[in-house]
């Protein structure tokens, strides 16, 4: 008889982070990977059936937009139209950063365009998901933050629509570990990342700043996205719920 499949959604899937982690476990056997994002008939969506599979893993795409409204109403009912009745992992990856304003210059718009992405977003997907969680064994739902949403140890660099979205998210999944004695819940913080919104960021500061020392922060998707889910697969209710973990496994200060 064949074991039970290990099932992942993640959002954000179609680029990036998110695409490295769907790559990730597709890789592994047996596993179910649920890939959500805002189009799934889009070409970086299909493109993502063509990743190498392990035996017995496969992919599903369904429509998510973190952004709106209902915009994971549909993740139910493709899963359970999948045969899907839990999930063991969800990764809330997806968000932007588009502009990086002081506190004087900051436009209303867009701390609220970071926040119905990162924050809203994340909350909407967490209650579309939590009934499969809670029919897992060993649940876990991970948040992808940030340093730049650190309170305690806040970078002097100019973030004022993105940092705040992130120290609200942080807030929201430490929340939800102290809410659920049965879910692991916590934060992973990926790095300054090459991925296309990483290398954005990190050029525009460094040329704002006059900082190019800020180029060499930046890490490999591999390095990121390896040092992420080794972070996942270790990752216990005593061990990291309600915690803010880096890829390499350091706790930077909420």
């Given at each position: 008889?064949?074991?039970?499949?290990?099932?992942?959604?993640?959002?954000?899937?179609?680029?990036?982070?998110?695409?490295?982690?769907?790559?990730?476990?597709?890789?592994?056997?047996?596993?179910?990977?649920?890939?959500?994002?805002?189009?799934?008939?889009?070409?970086?969506?299909?493109?993502?059936y063509?990743?190498?599979?392990?035996?017995?893993?496969?992919?599903?795409?369904?429509?998510?937009?973190?952004?709106?409204?209902?915009?994971?109403?549909?993740?139910?009912?493709?899963?359970?139209?999948?045969?899907?009745?839990?999930?063991?992992?969800?990764?809330?990856?997806?968000?932007?950063?588009?502009?990086?304003?002081?506190?004087?210059?900051?436009?209303?718009?867009?701390?609220?365009?970071h926040?119905?992405?990162?924050?809203?977003g994340?909350v909407?997907?967490?209650?579309?998901?939590?009934?499969f969680?809670?029919?897992?064994?060993?649940?876990?739902?991970?948040?992808?933050?940030?340093?730049?949403?650190?309170?305690?140890?806040?970078?002097?660099?100019?973030?004022?629509?993105?940092?705040?979205?992130?120290?609200?998210v942080?807030?929201?999944?430490?929340?939800?570990?102290?809410?659920?004695d049965?879910?692991?819940?916590?934060?992973?913080?990926?790095?300054?990342?090459?991925?296309?919104?990483?290398?954005?960021?990190?050029a525009?500061?460094?040329?704002?700043?006059?900082?190019?020392?800020?180029?060499?922060?930046?890490?490999?998707?591999?390095e990121s996205?390896?040092?992420?889910?080794?972070?996942?697969?270790?990752a216990?209710k005593?061990?990291?719920?309600?915690?803010f973990?880096?890829?390499?496994?350091?706790?930077?200060p909420?």
């Amino acid at each position: 008889m064949a074991s039970t499949p290990y099932i992942v959604l993640i959002s954000g899937a179609s680029r990036g982070l998110g695409k490295g982690f769907v790559e990730r476990y597709l890789a592994r056997p047996n596993h179910i990977v649920i890939a959500a994002n805002r189009d799934p008939n889009g070409s970086t969506s299909k493109e993502l059936y063509d990743l190498p599979k392990a035996e017995g893993s496969r992919l599903i795409i369904v429509k998510y937009d973190g952004a709106i409204d209902g915009g994971a109403s549909e993740i139910p009912a493709v899963l359970a139209s999948q045969g899907i009745n839990h999930l063991d992992l969800v990764i809330a990856n997806a968000g932007i950063a588009y502009v990086y304003p002081s506190v004087a210059d900051l436009k209303i718009s867009d701390i609220e365009n970071h926040m119905a992405i990162n924050v809203y977003g994340t909350v909407r997907l967490y209650q579309a998901t939590l009934p499969f969680l809670k029919k897992a064994r060993s649940p876990k739902f991970v948040t992808i933050g940030s340093g730049a949403g650190s309170i305690t140890a806040q970078l002097p660099l100019p973030n004022a629509a993105y940092g705040p979205s992130k120290a609200a998210v942080h807030w929201l999944t430490k929340r939800m570990d102290g809410e659920e004695d049965w879910l692991t819940a916590f934060v992973l913080d990926p790095g300054l990342v090459g991925t296309d919104m990483g290398n954005r960021g990190a050029a525009e500061l460094s040329t704002r700043l006059g900082m190019p020392e800020l180029m060499d922060m930046v890490i490999s998707l591999d390095e990121s996205v390896t040092g992420m889910v080794q972070r996942i697969d270790e990752a216990t209710k005593e061990t990291h719920g309600g915690t803010f973990v880096r890829y390499d496994g350091s706790n930077p200060p909420f």
